[in-house]
């Protein structure tokens, strides 16, 4: 620009720049796909304009940290499209949009043969993975039981099918954790059955005997279960001579003969646990004199001589 004045003498001239900024850009990116409940981290690459400070807004906000950063994190619970709006302070604003999916979450799931064993005689459980796997859904490579005793296998070969065998009484939570495939996202989940197993402690057999010791001419004894937990049913065995399934049978042994007899009494209880246990009965001698009053002593050999017996 140059100015003339009155008297027609030009000024010096006068340059005044303009600067006209290229248009502001936007690149939203992002990962395409993601496990339910896994997090990704979104970012936008912005670039033109008068080259910032730039400012970043993201749509939708729901589940996201770092909505107005250039790399939010954010948590879809669905196949969701974010929108993110760029501005600089002096361009017009310009947006672009990114979309995560999520991939099919595997769905584990199994039984076991039993779910309660007494703890003696020892036995094991067997446990079926029956989860879906239409598709080629399950890596089976990463098939994990916990058995809830801190008990813990890993099956590469017979993911379907595992055994375990439980050491001490008491209720146990069982859980599996399943992987899809690679080609699937590896997307891991757990399924857990809280109290699953019972493995039940043996009942304590016990009874009493009255009276105990006694005689041929007293051979009534009567017995009374002292059993701990809940019995069900009881069988005694009287040294092999009789058997009752009373609680508390009367038993004669026989009054001809003098001894030790093993008493056994087996209990089952309410879960169908058994315990035994062997006592001795003392059965002791009575002891008398016989006075014959007649003798034959004429050489037959028989009552040839008198005296007590």
Known sequence: VTAVDGNGCPSNMQDVTVIVHPNLSVIASGIDTVCPGESATLGALASFGNGG????SWTPNTNMTGANTQNPTVTPTATTTYTVTLSDGCSPTVTDQVTISLWNLPQPQFLSDT?????????????????????GMLDTNTVLWNFGDGATDSQLQHWDTVTHTYNQPGTYTVSMTVNSETSQGACQNTYTEVAMINIYALPIADFISTPNTTSMFEPEVQFADQSASTIFSWHWDFAGLDSSNYPNPLYIFPDDTNGVYPVKLTVTDNHGCMDTITKMVTITGEYGIYIPNAFTPNFDNKNEWFGPK
């Open 53 to 56: 400070p730039y400012i970043y």
């Open 115 to 135: 779910l309660s064993l007494c703890i003696e005689p020892r036995g094991s459980i067997t446990f079926y993975n029956t989860t879906n796997t239409i598709g």
